[in-house]
């Protein structure tokens, strides 16, 4: 658990990639700081919304994240 007074920018600055819940600001904040960004949806039911993804991909269900993590240059 992370305390609410940890900014998202400072905890990113740690991390190697960035999964976030759409469409929430921190895959933009991973984006911006080079970080490998998506959203995820394990459950497959939230529309695409390139407006609000910024640029970022959506992944749908566990087998499109596990791809997604293995294509990874770490």
Request: glycine share 6%; charged share 20%; proline share 7%.
């Amino acid at each position: 658990m992370v305390a609410s007074a940890v900014a998202p920018g400072r905890l990113i600055d740690h991390c190697d990639i960035v999964v976030s819940i759409p469409y929430t600001s921190t895959a933009s904040i991973g984006a911006v700081k080079n970080k490998p960004s998506v959203y995820y949806d394990p459950t497959g039911s939230l529309p695409v919304c390139d407006d609000l993804a910024n640029g970022c991909r959506v992944l749908r269900g566990i087998r499109e994240l596990e791809v997604w993590a293995e294509s990874i240059d770490m």
